[in-house]
């Protein structure tokens, strides 16, 4: 029989493990896979870690790895897939807001011949206008950069095959795009819809803040077109401002010269100041992720791995 080892990153969640576990052993019921599932702690500071525990104890097709502080979601994922062993991954978040019972359409896809099986949720309940407006504007700045095409509103719940999952494994980069990753890796795809729940309990560790920084990850990890603007606005600053000046020798050649214009000065330098500022920040973007690469620091630490079947 097919085995499929479940990935799912957990940070904070103790209220809803128990649910997690309970919807995930009735999902996988009448699946035709072998399942295993490995937890991933990401230095939670609750009773998580106990509570997978526990959960263990009880099933031990429930196992767990935990991370020796929390390094975020990307890396807690990372974390899971280096330790899955089985012919498929899934990755899905514990907070039920992927709702399980998608897993077994998901392994049927793949019996099908696909490597990859992602979910992309139908509408967005429970979520701000707000959010909903930013991702869209998201979505269509980073497909619109790069080569490869990151589907919208699609996150990380998906099926993954053993060449596949093993593919992102291979990719090392401390800049942990994983949507990016995921549909750099490609293969046979296939897109499956689901309607995104609320969270079942707890509270999302997103924020702006967070989103900001996601979305500068996705963009300078996927294109660097951003570099390309400082010269373009450059080149084309420059080819106005070359026209402009032999207006003023022609002016000034047939009228004589009448009096300097502060404004139109203070207008120009400002405008060039600012697209200095906004090209050295672009570099410096770009910049920093290289030195956090340069370092070569380990993706993760594990704390304690406790393999699910014994
Ligand atoms: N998560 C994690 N590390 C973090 C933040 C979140 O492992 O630093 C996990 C979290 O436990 C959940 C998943 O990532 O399983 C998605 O997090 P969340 O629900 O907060 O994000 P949202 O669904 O709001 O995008
Ligand atoms: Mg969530």
Redesign the pocket.
Known sequence: MPSIDII??????QTVLPLFQERIQSAMQNCDVEWRVIF?D?GSSDDSLAMMRTIHEADTRFGFLSLSR????EY??TAGLDHASSDAAVVI???L?DPPELIPEMVAQWHAGYDVVYATRKARHGESMAKKATANLFYRTINSMSKIDIPKDT?DFRLMSRRAYQAVNKLRERNRFMKGLFAWVGYKQKQIFFEREP?AAG????NYNKLWRFALDGITSFSYLPLRFATWIGMTVAIFAFIYGAFIIAQTLIFGSDVPGYPSLMVVILFLGGIQLTALGIIGEYLGRMFNESKQRPLYLVDEFQPPNG
Request: aromatic residues 12%; negative net charge.
């Open positions: 799912v990153p957990v940070f904070n969640e991933i990401d929390n390094f975020g979601k807690a994922v978040d514990v907070d807001q996150g969270r509270e999302t560790k997103w």
